[in-house]
Nanobody, 116 residues
Framework: QVQLVESGGGLVQPGGSLRLSCAAS????????MGWYRQAPGKQRELVAV???????NYADSVKGRFTISRDNAKNTVYLQMNSLKPEDTAVYYC??????????WGQGTQVTVSS
């Protein structure tokens, strides 16, 4: 099993910044990608950003230029730096890990609210 623990969510004004962290523990061997998804009320969960084990990055069009994903392999941690936040970024953000032969693992989610 893989455990994912997220931190860093909260309330921020439009234009502000937040940094999310997700630490993986347990049977982490074989994890080939880690990333962030989000789900707003009444909407489906969507990809925000993902980083592969080789460093390949992928972002949703809606966050390109504003969000940056990074991964510290030594700490088994992935980060999401979110700048220039907008009210439409409000959602529960979930950490995701993809493991060979095991599929997806999810964190418990952290709320991000962008409001004045």
């Amino acid at each position: 099993q893989v455990q994912l623990v997220e931190s860093g969510g909260g309330l921020v004004q439009p234009g502000g910044s937040l940094r999310l962290s997700c630490a993986a523990s347990g049977s982490i061997y074989g994890i080939y990608a880690m990333g962030w998804y989000r789900q707003a009320p009444g909407k489906q969960r969507e990809l925000v950003a993902v980083v592969g084990s080789s460093g390949t990055l992928n972002y949703a069009d809606s966050v390109k230029g504003r969000f940056t994903i990074s991964r510290d392999n030594a700490k088994n941690t992935v980060y999401l730096q979110m700048n220039s936040l907008k009210p439409e970024d409000t959602a529960v953000y979930y950490c995701n890990a993809k493991k060979s032969g095991r599929g997806d693992y999810w964190g418990q989610g952290t709320q991000v609210t962008v409001s004045s």
